[in-house]
């Protein structure tokens, strides 16, 4: 037995989720609901998903485009947040309008024409923007909207896995598991699980059993600012920069992208470049309290990859989230998890094997 309060880790599970970031937890959450046994394995640091800014938004771009299958993704994302919540008793999800700010006259433009049509119900008029806070001369307009407070979240549900003894702290080489007739065996833990699912972020790039699935990786970069006399409770979408109320007159604000450099170290630049787009943007003056950095793991295509191997039935894979991780996470997880108890199949848009399996032959 385990010493006292340390949790007891299964040896038999049906399921070992490796990596408990967005994905990894949605995924670890559908499984546990439907009765599965559940072992969540994390390094425990690190990670995209730590510092993302968990903001769910219904029309995005320069284009202002509506937000991919909104109508379908959202409601369930929020559906989702909420049952976590009253099993956790923690509140991390806020359905809040955002206020996003004209770029360009050609940007207001875009929206008198998509107003009625595209994005009806998904934006409305606001009377006017706070001129002491931001330099706004077009004004902006409200729209759909959430954020996720993405470290709360994990953290509640990281608890809810370890009360539960599905939680274990570890470091795990996905290359060394090994492949039994009724399950994968993981040496370094000692447990033999049915299937095992990577929802590992970049870290996938170590992996051997789905190198064949396209990402084009993306550092970004943020900053956590004070900004005195800034009330503004809704995310607030600028030129090229937002900024999230924490509260406490705190704010995220972000983001870069880097297509070069791919770890976690904040740069002197990074930090420029944001605090450039915040002065463009605040009449208020502000403090930076602190700075991070991560990769996203962005899947060619930018639908996530999700699915069982085809060689290898017992790995599965859940990747690929991208900044929208928040929105598509929970619906996706819960496919995935409905696939590998026997209730559905995945679909081709998102399926992982539209990278591991070649095409037909032409006319074949």
Not at 27 to 53: H, K
Not at 91 to 103: C, I, K, Q, S
Not at 160 to 170: Q, T
């Amino acid at each position: 037995a385990p010493p006292p309060g340390v949790a007891r880790m299964p040896a038999h599970p049906e399921f070992v989720v490796v990596g408990q970031g967005l994905a990894g937890t949605a995924l670890a959450w559908a499984l546990v609901r439907r009765g599965r046994s559940t072992l969540v394995v994390d390094r425990g640091y690190g990670g995209s998903s730590r510092v993302a800014a968990g903001l769910v938004t219904s029309v995005t771009g320069k284009r202002l485009a509506r937000s991919w299958r909104w109508e379908e993704l959202y409601p369930f994302a929020a559906r989702f947040y909420a049952s976590v919540e009253a099993d956790t008793g923690a509140p991390f999800f806020h359905p809040l309008p955002a206020l996003r700010l004209f770029a360009g006259e050609a940007e207001r433009d875009a929206l008198t024409r998509k107003w009625a049509a595209e994005l009806s119900g998904l934006v409305w008029p606001v009377p006017g923007v706070h001129t002491g806070w931001f330099r706004a001369p077009l004004g902006g307009f409200e729209l759909a909207a959430a954020r996720l407070d993405v470290p709360h979240y994990l953290g509640a549900s990281r608890a809810h896995f370890r009360s539960i003894d599905s939680y274990h702290e570890a470091e795990l080489d996905p290359r060394r598991v090994e492949f039994g007739p009724t399950g994968v065996r993981l040496p370094e833990l000692g447990v033999e699980a049915g299937t095992l699912v990577l929802c590992r972020g970049f870290d996938a790039a170590e992996d051997p059993w789905f190198d064949g699935v396209r990402f084009r990786p993306a550092k970004g970069e943020t900053l956590t600012v004070r900004v005195p006399g800034l009330a503004e409770e809704r995310v607030v979408h600028g030129r090229d920069v937002w900024l999230a109320p924490l509260g406490g007159g705190r704010f995220r604000a972000g983001a870069t992208y880097s297509w070069h450099q791919f770890d976690s170290h904040p740069t002197g630049q990074g930090r420029a470049e944001i605090e450039a787009k915040l002065r463009a943007l605040l009449r208020l003056p502000f403090e930076v309290e602190g700075h991070d950095a991560a990769v996203r793991r962005i899947v060619e295509g930018h639908a996530p990859a999700l699915g069982r191997h085809p060689a290898f039935p017992r790995l599965a894979y859940f990747n690929g989230l991208g900044s929208k991780g928040a929105l598509l996470a929970p619906f996706f997880a819960d496919q995935l998890a409905a696939h590998l108890c026997g209730e559905g199949e995945i679909e081709p848009a998102v399926d992982v094997n539209r990278f591991l399996v070649p095409p037909p032959p032409a006319g074949g």
